[in-house]
């Protein structure tokens, strides 16, 4: 297992039905220092097994898979309460296939014809817990945001901004909602999304500015 300078190795776990792709990957990180591959998947229900069994530092998910896609695995990783960032590798940046990801609780979304130092960048701040959207992705969120297709907020993303207005963390806004922390940044990123803000005092600022705190 090769050390990363720092001596900070990043595991990871593939899951994707195409061996080739798999195959790809795994090459492409044992040849790279600070990185190690821990196991594969061909879909989503055995990835969340093997994330649960393995423990990787992030899972690089496909999205459609056979026999359990990517988008129902990410929601469950997030109910078993894995510490693993999911980071979305795939061919796909329609609409339907991102927003559900991310929504879902994805860390970040790359396009497979990503560089491989860019994919490497990626996992990297994947694995700090840093959100990581590939600049197609990117510009189709804010195009949604900007466009008129902009939506208002939930009861609930309301009450939680209202908590985030007042300093509040993420693990105490969890605790006064009866709501896990995962589920918390998920209504963050949807406020984030919705209010075009890039961080808590830019959706706080928003939000006051569009009336919805007062």
């Known amino acids: 297992m090769a050390e990363a300078e720092g001596g900070r190795v990043i595991t990871l776990l593939i899951v994707d039905d195409h ?11 044992a040849a790279s220092p600070g990185f190690a591959v821990l196991g594969e998947a061909a879909d989503g229900v055995e990835g ?8 990787p530092d992030v899972v690089l998910m496909d999205l459609r898979m056979p026999g ?5 695995a990410i929601r469950e990783l997030g109910r078993s309460g894995v510490r693993a960032r999911v980071l979305v590798l795939t061919t796909y940046d329609t ?21 491989r130092d860019e994919l490497f ?7 700090d817990g840093r959100t990581v959207l590939s600049p197609a992705v990117a510009s189709r969120l804010v ?7 902009n ?16 300093g509040t963390s993420n693990r105490r806004i969890a605790a006064e909602l009866f709501i896990s922390e995962a589920t918390v940044k998920t209504h963050l ?17 928003a939000a006051y500015d569009r009336g919805i705190l007062g």
């Open 19 to 29: 061996p080739v792709v798999r195959d790809g990957l795994r090459g492409m990180f």
């Open 48 to 55: 969340v097994r093997l994330a649960v069994a393995l423990d």
């Open 68 to 72: 359990g896609g990517g988008v129902a």
């Open 95 to 115: 609409d339907s296939d991102t927003l559900p990801a991310i929504e879902a609780g994805a860390t970040g979304y790359l396009l497979k014809d990503a560089p």
């Open 121 to 127: 960048t990626a996992v990297r701040a994947a694995a």
């Open 143 to 149: 195009s949604r945001v900007r466009g008129p297709r």
């Open 151 to 166: 939506e208002p907020l939930s009861a609930r993303e309301r009450e939680v901004l209202r908590l985030v207005a007042k």
């Open 189 to 205: 990123a949807h406020v984030f999304a919705k209010l075009g803000a890039n961080d808590r005092a830019a959706a706080v600022a």
